[in-house]
């Protein structure tokens, strides 16, 4: 199957159709689940029953809706200004990178409920860990990058906004049997700061030369979503990110599955 938008329904095959729609494009926008008319609370809880049939929800901190659902929108002036942000507190674009990549076991999806669209900008990107891959592959450069970048661990700064105590976590940033992908190029740079000793220039090479890929990819794709809509991105074999917006207003809601 291949298609972006899937209509909510009630028939049994929904969640097949979500997983095959994933696995085949690598993501997918589900549409019509009428849940922004209800508050807070109560659609966090029918967003909780319906995602929890994909697969396990990640509790940040096991207390509840609170640390499942995370809010990406802007912070306010006062908050940006004086604290150490992520993309998800602050209005712009955000680059192509992989949620937890600093995580030991990074979720297999990531989830975001559209609140508020942007009125302008703001869509979603996605570039898939194959046509990385091919790209690399088709010089003899790229597959001379390829071969240190698949076989080496890298290092992973953990973010402080995220976690101020754990340090890094070494892993390789790509895998040619199972395709899948860690990748944030902040965390990786930060993380080679701490372990220079650890770290050859052969694989500081290659990781700027995949930058630089990912940054000219043409294979990118974009794909808009509007209030109510149910975004589900293939966080394993593949990049995400958004193009820039200034729209104060836009708040998604973010999780993540693991399947």
Request: proline content about 1%; aromatic content about 10%; some cysteine.
């Amino acid at each position: 199957m291949n298609q972006k938008y899937i209509l909510s329904a009630n028939n049994n095959s929904l969640i097949e159709e979500i997983h095959n729609t994933v696995q085949s494009i690598g993501y997918c926008i589900v549409r019509g689940l009428n849940l922004n008319h209800l508050d807070d609370s109560r659609r966090n809880k029918k967003l909780f029953d319906f995602l929890s049939q994909l697969g396990m929800l990640t509790n940040h901190k096991d207390d509840g809706f609170k640390s499942i659902f995370w809010d990406i929108k802007y912070r306010g002036d006062d908050y940006v200004i004086n604290n150490d942000i992520t993309f998800s507190e602050d209005v712009g674009e955000c680059p192509l990178h992989s949620d937890s990549s600093f995580s030991e076991n990074p979720e297999s999806y990531l989830v975001m409920y559209v609140v508020k669209s942007a009125n302008d900008g703001g869509n979603s990107l996605f570039l898939s860990s194959s046509d990385i891959v091919n790209q690399l592959s088709k010089t003899e450069t790229g597959k001379k990058h390829l071969k240190t970048l698949t076989g080496n661990l890298y290092s992973f700064k953990t973010p402080t906004s995220f976690d101020k105590k754990q340090g890094v976590i070494w892993g390789n940033i790509l895998s040619l049997n199972t395709q899948m992908i860690r990748f944030r190029s902040d965390c990786i740079y930060k993380g080679i700061e701490e372990n220079r000793n650890k770290v050859s220039k052969e694989m500081v090479l290659a990781l700027d030369y995949l930058v630089n890929v990912i940054k000219n990819a043409s294979d990118i794709q974009e794909f808009s979503a509007q209030d109510d809509d149910l975004i589900i991105i293939d966080n394993v074999n593949g990049l995400h990110a958004r193009t820039d917006y200034t729209d104060k207003n836009r708040h998604y809601i973010r999780a993540r599955i693991t399947v």
